[in-house]
């Protein structure tokens, strides 16, 4: 039927990794290069993901309405949110960006779902307990001894804290897992990635965080 030259096999391998990019990145794969590519290109590309994940943050929203109480008890753990839904989200987008080029390159498999769980929990406790640890010092001695900031007492950076590690390995879990559960169902598991997984863990970083300050705190 022909040959396969060298360039063909390049062009072919540039635009399977360029699709994987732009759906790692919340975006529908483009059929033009950027140059080619109008505006009104892009916003068709874009808009659909950011509707999505648009629609999905107001569970978020709902999340922090619904604990409104608590907050207003206790101010200072507001400050501590983006902070916690960053560590969360950026720690789920490691996971599951690791797991998907993984996946690309034949080296997992959904069987392979519990190696890959054990693996990514050890990671996350290491992750997560250094990580505790140094936002326990911040807190001690730079926001309560040199900012002279009170409310932060050793409770609240305690719960701050467990919050973290307990957020990180959630976090984990969840980007581990939900790659290769989408390629088991027939979904491409760059579907999985950053924007798809940080929307997720900002909701259950932040029930972790207001259930843990609940308890520890006594707030209602």
Known sequence: MGIITFDDAIEVLEDETTEDIEIMAGMTPRDKSYFRASPFNLFKHRIGWLMMLMIGATFTGMIIKNFESALAVQVVLTAFIPMLMDTGGNSGSQSSVTVIR?????????????????????????????????????LMLIDRLLLKNTDVTFMV??????TMCVTVLV??????????????????????????????????????????????????
């Open 157 to 162: 950076a305690t719960v701050v804290c467990i």
């Open 102 to 138: 993984s996946i690309s390159l034949n080296e997992l498999d959904f069987s392979d779902i519990g190696f890959v769980i054990w693996k990514e929990t050890r990671t996350a406790l290491l992750c997560g307990i250094c990580l505790a640890f140094a936002c326990f010092v911040k």
């Open 171 to 220: 976090a984990k879990v969840i980007g581990c897992t939900l790659p290769l559960i989408a390629k088991k169902i027939g979904f491409d598991p760059a579907v999985m990635a950053s924007p798809f997984i940080t929307t997720i863990v900002d909701a259950v970083s932040l029930l972790v965080y207001f259930g843990i300050a609940k308890n520890l705190l006594g707030i209602n």
